[in-house]
Structure formats: C-alpha cells, structure tokens
C-alpha cells in the first residue's frame, strides 16, 4: 500500500510512547511476532514470522500474518509468494483468496487473478462481492496490452528511496509531499521508521521535469506529524493543508496489552499576511470522529471539494464538497454523490479547467489498488466516471494527477504512483500525450527450446528501466506477439509459462533513426523431464563469500517464481567453484554458497521441503581449467556457477 493511501486513511493506530504488563516480560517468539504485528511493525514482525514458518508443519496463523505484513510493506512479490501456500491448507479461510487475488492484480498477474476470484465467488456464494474486481480483471487485461498514447517519466531528480506524492503547481513552481532524508528530520513514524511527511518545492521546468528541491521553510511544515498534501488559490496567497491530528490515547489492544490512539485527518486554511502565514482551521474539522483533507478548488474558487468520512458518505471515504457564502465562509458539507462516490474509497480529487473532476477510487472496476477516474460536472451532477486506462492506471496504487497546460509534445501534467520500476516507495510522475512521428515496434514468437515447437499462451511481458511494466499479453496460438515501443529506451522482454522455465532478452531502441520492427524469439525451457539442470545465469559471489548480493537476489527470485507456479516442482540447488585454491575447502565454500541460495527461496515463500542444497566444489568443471592448468580469469568464472535439478515434478 502506497504511503499516501497507508499515512492519509483514517483510524490508524499508533503507539503511545509506553507499554503495559506484557511489555515488561520476556515474550516467546510468536507472542514477539505478533506484538510487532499488532503495532503495525510490520518489518520487525515479518523477519520473527518468516522463522516461524521454515517448520516441517507452519502454523496456518503465522503464514497469513506474514503475507499481510508483505501486503502492508508493499512487497507483492513476497505477499503473492506466501499466499500461494496458505491457499493450499485445507483449513484456510475463503476470505484468504480475497486477499490472493488483490495480491496477483497488483503484480500485473490479471488471468490468475480471475481464477482466484471466481473461486472465491464460488466458495463463498458472494459473486456480487467480487464482481468489481472481477470486472477489473478483464478490463485490465485488454489494457495493459494495448496502452493509451501516455508517455510518463519518472521524476528521477526530486524522487528518493522515501515516498514522494502529491504535485500542486503554482506558476514555475511545484508543492509536493515527501519524507525528508533522514539527516534533515529525525523525527519518525513509529510505524515505519520514516520521518513523518513535510512540503517540499522544486522548480518547474517548461518540459514538466522538476528539479531543485528544497523542504519548505514555512510555518506551517513544522508541526509535529504528517504535513500535506497543499494546494493553493490561483493567487497563491491562500492554502489548504492537510495535516495529522494525533489525538489522546483511546483503544487499548488486548492481545498486546498496548495503550494505542487514533489518527484522524484536518483541514487548514494558511493565509499569506506580512511575509508568513495565519493558520485558520476548515470550519467542519472533527478530529475527534472523523477525518477531512485532500482538498480541491473549482475553477472559481466557489466551491472547495474534499475526502472526508464523516457519517452520511457512501463508503469508507467519500468526495464532499462546500459552497463559498456570501460572508466568505465555507458552508456545510454536502455529499457529492453516488456517481463519483462508491463503498470503497475515493481520494485526491482535483478540478481542471474544462470542469473535469479527477479522482482516485479502489470502488470502482479498475488495475488493482486505487487507479484514477475522471468525470465531468461539479457539485452533485457528474457524467459516468472513466478509467484513464493504462498506462496511467497501473497494477499498484495511482493517485493525485493534476493537470497543467500543454507541453511541447501535447497536454501533461503529474501523477504519483507506487508502481513497480520506480525509485522509491510513492514517486512523482510527469506525463504527456505522444503522438509519435517515428513508428517502432517489436515482433516476436515462443518456443519449445527442447522441442522448437511454438508455443502459446505465454505471458509476454515488455519492462523499460528498472523492471517498470510497459505492456503484457498472452502470445497467440501461433506463439506470436507484438508491442509498440517508444524511441531511445531500453527494454526487456520476459517469457513465462506454467511448465517451463522462464526466457527473457533485452533489446534497446537507442541510436534507430527511422521505422523499424525488431525481431525476437523466446525459447523457454521444459521442466518436466527429472534430472534435468539448468544453469541460473549471473549468480555471483562476492570472492570468498556465501551471502547472496542484491544482484543475485532478483535473479533468484525468477527461481522463486518458477517454484510458486510450479507447487510440485522439487529441485536441488547445485553451486559450484573453479578449481583454484585446496579442494576440501572449496567443497565447503560451495555448499555454503548453495545452502545461502536455499535460505534465500525459503526466505521468499518456498517450502524448505522442496529444496536440496548440494556443494559440488571444483568436481564438475566444464572446461580444461583443472587444478594446475593456467586458465584465463574468464575460464576460471565458467566454471563457478549455480544451478538447480529438476529432482521431481
């Protein structure tokens, strides 16, 4: 769940800064987990749980609590993985494949998604339950394989490992909310061990990029929770903030015997007198039951929308709106209706200057998380919201788009998403509509690497950058597919098939100068034949060392994938070393080494039971370079290798 969503809902709860009876015992390692649990300390809990659950019998409990705490931390991968397994204990709760087929729309996985849906329509007899998600699915799937002429890029120069959301531009200026670098606020959130969130400027350049950024020195960003987010009047001389209200310690959790208290949402109004600011708050704030923020003003500044749950809404949280009054003051909050209201959620609502409201809902049949609707009107009266489709739209949470006045290659503006490829958590995103001169495009066919035979249904998808999602499909009955691609990127292509290992290859567009279609073939290889070994390509140890590195890591986790998809498949993990230095200690470095890459998978959601860590040393060379030849550093690194034999399927 992106911070935004995760920060700006309503009724979190935080822990007071002490702890009753329990706190003060030695607790086991369960009753550990779950206390973290409880406190929303989601990272400590799941390290406690990910043990518990490398047992020959887990607890069904521990795996369901450590697949939500992977769900909270936005680790889908990781959530999927462990969803997988709890759907397969006879005793699992139906309502866990609810869970499963949120998890598999937010990895971009929309056909397993259905399957896990239906299943639950089934079990449960609540069709109706899933008919949005469901609808979402197959919406999704026609989507992502087409996308709409939106180009976005990753504002890279403001984003951070930190969340960054929630653009407002004010002439060459840009408001966003951000949590500051560790160094510049060390004030955090128990919750996630972040500083709490602060507004931030940056300059506006005429190509949308942002640049500069700098933590406002304003008044207003020095209370002591979460600030933002702002936006302004078209003087820039009146503000409205949304900022956290922590209020006095209230619900008391029996199982951890902790005091917790509620965090609840307000409104302010910063009005720009004699070089600072007088704060005013929003006239219907009731932090006590209920949240206001997120607010939005119409073109002409008569009517302020906002989110709210205050009592009378149609869902969690709802879209209101209040009417400037002759006196100036704002009036009552009126609902602004089921149209663009649903039970879910309905966040970040901004007005253009067409009368086009937009806003982000999960009540709606949408990508998976909150995606970005937009419908025309104002006040009660709105046309049927629309989906803004992909790729504005994505498999995670997309929020907060504004916007602005055309850019050189066509209308743009900002959104902020979570979605996978970026360079944090929530990160800012410009975006423009390319109407493209230059026509590239790849084609594309699978096979059978074994056999040649090609191969169909195969989920084709096409990432740029840092594994960001581009387009998916399914190849054809003749094992064909085809994507347009955009000039001067970088791609990678990657085949996956229930059965079969996984082919992927990389292809660029950089330096073509005119039309073109590339070519590319993906052979993927069978698993079904016992004994078979596949060699896992680029698994490097640093010299002398067992740990698994990071880029290890995303290479294993293909492997983990491969063992989720397969839940038969059983493999021994084989590492291996080059000849030099004494043989018996070779033999041990390597079955550390493949005992780590066995850690690595149960630490991901794969059953111990299905692993075989085995240490061959310098035993199976595959080249001339024994003990005593003179070998090249490059023949010495063929034959330090991982991989992994089909053992049974």
């Given amino acids: 769940m992106n911070k935004a969503f995760q920060y700006l809902m309503t009724s979190a709860m935080l822990l007071t800064p002490f702890q009753l009876v329990k706190a003060q015992e030695q607790p086991g390692l369960r009753e550990k987990a ?68 949120a998890v598999l729309k937010f990895n971009s996985r929309y056909a397993e998604a259905k399957k896990v849906l239906q299943q639950y329509a089934e079990k ?5 339950g899933v008919a949005n998600a469901l609808a979402g699915c197959d919406s999704a799937l026609v989507w992502i394989a087409k996308p709409t002429g939106h180009k976005l890029r990753n504002e890279s120069a403001v984003n951070t490992a930190f969340a960054e959301f929630g653009v407002f531009p004010i002439g060459n200026k840009a408001y966003y909310v951000a949590e500051p670098d560790n160094g510049l606020l060390k004030k955090k959130d128990g919750r996630t061990g972040n500083p709490f969130l602060r507004i931030y400027t940056a300059d506006r350049n005429p190509d949308q990029t942002l640049t500069a950024k700098l933590i406002d020195k304003s008044a207003f960003n020095k209370e002591a929770y979460h600030i933002g987010p702002i936006i302004s009047n078209k003087k820039g001389n009146l503000l409205y903030i949304t900022r956290t209200y922590i209020g006095k ?18 409104l302010y109004m910063y009005t720009a ?69 649903t039970p879910g959620d309905e966040m970040f609502p ?26 025309k009107g104002a006040k009660r009266t709105w046309s049927r919201p629309l989906n803004l489709k992909y790729p504005v739209n994505s498999a995670a949470d997309d929020f907060a ?12 503006g900002y959104l902020s998403s979570n979605r996978k490829g970026g360079v944090g958590d929530d990160d800012i995103y410009s975006f423009s509509t390319v109407n493209p001169k230059m026509i590239l495009a790849l084609q594309g066919v699978n096979l059978n690497r074994k056999t040649t035979d090609l191969l169909s249904e195969v989920a084709i998808t096409l990432y740029s950058g840092a594994r960001s999602v581009v387009a998916k499909q399914s190849s054809k009955h003749d094992g064909s597919f085809f994507f347009e691609l955009e000039k001067e990127t970088d791609y990678t292509l990657l085949g996956q098939k229930t059965g079969f290992y996984s082919d992927s290859v990389s292809l660029s567009t950089k330096g073509l100068t005119q039309s073109d279609t590339l070519k590319v073939t993906l052979r993927l290889e069978p698993l079904f034949e016992k004994g078979k070994t596949i060699a896992l390509q680029n698994i490097h140890y640093d010299f002398d060392k067992d740990n698994i590195r990071k880029d290890a890591a995303k290479i294993l986790d293909e492997l983990v994938r491969i063992m989720r998809d397969n839940p038969t498949l059983e493999i021994e993990l084989g590492s291996h070393t080059d000849s030099r230095g004494m043989d018996r200690y070779n033999l041990d470095l390597s079955q550390r080494r493949a005992a780590s890459v066995v850690d690595y998978l149960v630490s ?17 060379l595959l080249n001339r370079c024994a003990n005593g030849v003179q070998c090249s550093a490059e023949e010495h690194q063929a034959n330090r290798r991982t991989e992994f034999k089909v053992l049974s399927y």
């Avoid at 310690?249 to 307000?266: H, I, P, Y």
């Fill in 34 to 101: 779950n206390q973290h649990y409880i406190s929303s300390r989601y990272v400590k809990a799941a390290s406690i749980y990910v043990k518990l659950a490398d047992a020959k019998k887990p607890r069904l409990s521990d795996l369901e609590r450590l697949a939500d705490c992977y769900l909270k931390m936005s680790d889908y991968e990781a959530a999927e993985n462990w969803y997988a397994r709890i759907i397969e204990f006879p005793d699992s709760k139906t309502e866990n494949l609810i869970s499963y087929g």
């Fill in 124 to 128: 449960s007899g609540d069709a109706k």
């Fill in 249 to 266: 310690a209230g619900a008391r959790s029996k199982a951890a015997q902790l005091n917790l208290r509620t965090r609840n949402l307000e």
């Fill in 273 to 341: 007198e004699n070089g600072g600011y007088t704060a005013s708050p929003f006239p219907y704030n009731h932090v006590q039951q209920y949240s206001v923020g997120h607010a939005a003003l119409s073109q002409d500044e008569q009517t302020l929308y906002f989110v709210s749950d205050m009592p009378g809404g149609f869902g969690h949280t709802d879209i209101w709106y209040s009417e400037l009054q002759s006196d100036g003051k704002w009036g009552q909050p009126i609902n602004a209706g089921p149209e663009i209201n």
């Fill in 350 to 375: 901004f007005m253009n200057a067409e009368g086009v409201l937009y806003y982000s809902s999960n009540g709606l049949p949408g990508m998976g998380g909150l995606d970005i609707f937009a419908a």
């Fill in 401 to 412: 788009f504004v916007t602005t006045a055309a850019a050189a290659d066509g209308p743009g």
């Fill in 604 to 620: 991901r959601g794969t059953s111990r039971n299905r692993l075989t860590a085995k240490g061959y040393g310098a035993t199976k």
